[in-house]
């Protein structure tokens, strides 16, 4: 009997894993493994609280590999990884609270006094906007997946590679970066 039973656990694995096609986010498993990492502030507390509650892994992660990744591939959703509608509290870098709540398509960013920013991704156009009081603009054109396209203050485009050195490039271009030479 263990036997049949152990060779049908691993056919149904080996069926979910070909037929649905896809490696699926593992929202669960993550979700478990975030609040694990998090728990306390000693890493050794956390390595303890891993070893004990290691069977809820491989419960989050069977869960995981065989219903939920399967509905995300499907749907292209996946229920518990999706954060659509949650809102979160972010310090910026001129030292303001903001909330950012995560849209559907984007985000949207509210400071103390209420102004709204809404960041958001058009699929059909491969394109990231900003709106602004009633303006929106193009950000940015995604080429592929290492390249996109930005949009510069001068009406121009350049196009930057994906990576630290892109982004570094970015920001030349868009003035945000200044090179000091000294002997």
Same mark, same amino acid.
């Given at each position: 009997m263990f036997k049949k039973s152990i060779k049908l656990f691993v056919c149904?694995?080996? &069926? &979910?894993?070909? +037929?649905?096609?896809?490696? %699926?986010?593992?929202? +669960?498993? @993550? $979700?478990? +493994?975030?609040? @694990?990492k998090t728990a306390t502030d000693n890493k050794f507390l956390n390595e303890l609280i891993f070893i004990l509650i290691s069977p809820a892994y491989a419960i989050c992660g069977t869960a995981d590999l065989l219903v939920l990744n399967t509905i995300e591939f499907w749907s292209g959703d996946n229920p518990i990884a999706s954060n659509v509608g949650k809102t979160q509290s972010v310090m910026g870098s001129d030292g303001r609270m903001y909330s950012v709540t995560t849209l559907k398509d984007g985000y949207e960013i509210k400071d103390a006094d209420g102004k709204q920013v809404n960041f958001t991704f058009d699929e059909q156009q491969q394109t990231w906007s900003v709106e602004a009081e009633g303006t929106k603009q193009v950000l940015l054109k995604m080429k592929d997946n *290492?390249? &996109?396209?930005?949009?510069?203050? @001068? %009406? %121009?485009? $350049? *196009?930057?590679? +994906? @990576?630290e050195q892109g982004m570094f490039e970015a920001r030349l271009a868009l003035g945000e970066g200044s090179y000091f030479a000294a002997r």
């Open positions: 149904i694995c080996i &069926a &979910a894993i070909t +037929l649905n096609s896809c490696i %699926g986010s593992f929202g +669960l498993f @993550n $979700k478990v +493994l975030s609040w @694990n *290492d390249t &996109a396209e930005i949009m510069l203050p @001068n %009406g %121009g485009t $350049k *196009d930057i590679s +994906l @990576n």
